[in-house]
């Protein structure tokens, strides 16, 4: 870490929208289908095709915007990009560049336990390119490569940020957050893996508080978090190297080397094109209508950050747990469920957070309601923790049998009873007489040996509690 620079980072989000057609025809938009079936003479560019808007994207882009508490504009345009490749079948790209739907706006996330602000610049709509498919590793060393154009034409948003974000972890929290929102309002599936959301990264370095921004570097094509944040942490210490040692940033865009684990050039400014803006004349402009905006604000879901601040202030969860709840947001869900039936939101909690979450993850989920009879069997203290567990893990095969049915029909109701619980105590402390005298001289650890042969002798089924209080009494009261 160097003390002399601050890190400046900014980014560009590409959203793909879960609409059921493209954005400029009626295509459907389903991922894996095979090559090229998912085309027509709209998103291949043939002359003479005339496109459409999809209205579903234009809503989308708003409801997205609006999360972002983004200024909506009523008034926006779609441009011609122009360029040259193989995946882009019109040599041109819809989207918006001087007027786009989404104005100024701002996300807010949490780092660690401080809540951090980055503003968004825009967010304008645009169409999806195709796909390239090369024979070899990468374009320069294939023999050749295939292009498939099902993804042509799918709308996307583009989420620019300002220069806000100082570090690189917390370029992959704001991402993560963002995912987390577009989640909440079920816009896009945001699968990174699919590419349904990718970021680019612009990143500099200045003086320590100096109001001069330094010389950007683009890093193209971040498709996982954890890409991101290793990009942007080899960049970062690429330029300080270079800064150190006199050297000048060059302008430029780099790729990220996921196995050589480092960026590399990608084009220089000289070679960035010229993109030669112009409007679509076969788009109209957009108008939206005020009040159908201000609809679609109202109708928002609670977002994740309302959800955490609730889930902490109202519920009394900790940050950990909160988060948990709001990141899972199916456990989010299932914790409000079972919050109906057994309103102890620490006790839901700690249940889904332990066995509950990796079963689960297995199984998918149970009942709320026999998961709140689960949870008040041990708030009565009919079971043990250990006698939880077994019943969670036969609710996961049949959820028939309430959890009070299993208790009944399996016997496995907790022992509590003192005066039973003392013979068996007594009993392993006759069989253990080494033990009890090395305990008795100090070798406190055995506690533990003694607490877990109780347990084994009851099958699992002694209350914790009163084994724990007789083997102080009995082992405790002939101490030296
Ligand atoms: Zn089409």
Redesign the pocket.
Known sequence: MSRKYDTVIGLEIHVALLTES?FL???STEFGAPPNS???????GLPGSLPAINAKAVEYAVIAGSALNCVINPFSKFDRKNYFYPDLPKAYQITQDAYPICGPGYLDYYVQDKLERTKIVRIHLEEEAGKLIHSGESIIDSEYSLVDYNRA?IPLIEIVTAPDITAPEQARLFLEQLRLVMNYIQVSDTKMEEGSLRCDANISLKPKGSPVLGTKVEIKNLNSFRALERALEFEKERQREVLEQGGQIEQESRTWDERAGKTMTMRSKADAPDYRFFPDPNLPPLNLDPVWIENLKKSLPELPLERLHRLKDQDRLSHYEAAFLVNYPDFGDLFEKVKVTFPEPKAIVNLLMGDYARLAREHGHLNPVRLGELLQLLADEVINKNQGKDILEELFKTEEDSPAEIVEKRGWRMLSDAAQLRKVVEGILADNPDLVGRFRNGENKLFGFFIGQVMRATEGKADPEVVNNLLREELEGGRN
């Open positions: 493209k025809c009626s295509c998912h085309c027509c003479p709209i998103c291949l034409g």
